[in-house]
């Protein structure tokens, strides 16, 4: 569960890595559009600038959908978060995975020692443990969902193995976190080098996938490329 609520301050780092990205695309993209000027149109030199001018579009599309694809996981964990009750339990955990701060930090804030902030914290993690492990419930399946995604990005396969396949096998009602549960597993196969298995999982869920959510759709065709 901590290292659910851990992707919080990642994912908010990598929104801001890619929003200083997309200025260094759009401030390429405007010195080529200004180097137009004077090419005849026509010439070498304008299809080479013309066609860096479509690359840099095509570069600066991608970071649209992942700074937004970024923004829906913030959101989704901030949620869970607020699925406490209110009280300190939940503004220690907002506090350290929300707003980064240290636990001696936040026994500054709320005026606690630092066992009685240990415990608030481990109060608050018990609480939102017994929640993941609902998945009938909306917020117990994404919490399946990113604690798999968190241990893949880690580099712990087994670990992101063994939680996605529980997360599936439980027959979750969530369906769209089901479909994203079957990515992370293709995901999962690709970087072990399984590849037949990891496109069979995408071309079964494109062919049977009952939603119509449009990224659940264009995660699976990049993947097949």
Same mark, same amino acid.
């Given at each position: 569960?901590?290292?659910?609520?851990?992707?919080?301050?990642?994912?908010?780092?990598?929104?801001?890595?890619?929003?200083?990205?997309?200025?260094?695309?759009?401030?390429?993209?405007?010195?080529?559009?200004?180097?137009?000027?004077?090419?005849?149109?026509?010439?070498?030199?304008?299809?080479?600038?013309?066609?860096?001018?479509?690359?840099?579009?095509?570069?600066?599309?991608?970071?649209?959908?992942?700074?937004?694809?970024?923004?829906?996981?913030?959101?989704?964990?901030?949620?869970? &978060?607020?699925?406490?009750?209110?009280?300190?339990? *939940?503004? +220690?955990?907002?506090? !350290?995975? %929300?707003?980064?701060?240290?636990? $001696?930090? &936040?026994?500054?804030?709320?005026?606690?020692?630092? *066992?009685? +902030?240990?415990?608030? !914290?481990? %109060?608050?993690?018990?609480?939102? $443990?017994?929640?993941?492990?609902?998945?009938?419930?909306?917020?117990?399946?994404?919490?399946?969902?990113?604690?798999?995604?968190?241990?893949?990005?880690?580099?712990?396969?087994?670990?992101?193995?063994?939680?996605?396949?529980?997360?599936?096998?439980?027959?979750?009602?969530?369906?769209?976190?089901?479909?994203?549960?079957?990515?992370?597993?293709?995901?999962?196969?690709?970087?072990?080098?399984?590849?037949?298995?990891?496109?069979?999982?995408?071309?079964?869920?494109?062919?049977?996938?009952?939603?119509?959510?449009?990224?659940?759709?264009?995660?699976?065709?990049?993947?097949?490329?």
């Amino acid at each position: 569960m901590k290292e659910t609520l851990s992707n919080y301050r990642y994912l908010f780092d990598e929104i801001k890595a890619w929003m200083i990205h997309r200025e260094e695309i759009l401030t390429m993209a405007t010195k080529i559009t200004a180097s137009l000027n004077g090419i005849p149109s026509g010439s070498a030199e304008s299809r080479k600038v013309e066609t860096w001018a479509v690359k840099l579009a095509e570069v600066d599309d991608e970071i649209d959908k992942r700074v937004d694809m970024i923004s829906k996981h913030l959101t989704s964990l901030t949620d869970y &978060i607020y699925r406490l009750p209110p009280g300190n339990a *939940r503004n +220690v955990l907002i506090y !350290h995975y %929300i707003d980064g701060l240290k636990f $001696s930090e &936040i026994c500054v804030e709320l005026r606690y020692s630092e *066992r009685q +902030v240990y415990r608030l !914290h481990r %109060i608050g993690i018990e609480f939102l $443990s017994k929640l993941a492990q609902d998945v009938s419930d909306i917020h117990g399946a994404k919490s399946a969902y990113y604690l798999g995604q968190h241990y893949y990005d880690n580099n712990k396969l087994g670990d992101a193995r063994k939680t996605i396949e529980t997360f599936i096998e439980a027959n979750t009602p969530h369906q769209y976190w089901l479909a994203r549960g079957f990515i992370l597993l293709s995901d999962i196969n690709r970087r072990e080098g399984k590849t037949f298995e990891a496109d069979e999982y995408l071309k079964t869920i494109k062919e049977n996938y009952p939603g119509t959510e449009a990224d659940i759709f264009r995660m699976i065709d990049e993947r097949l490329k």
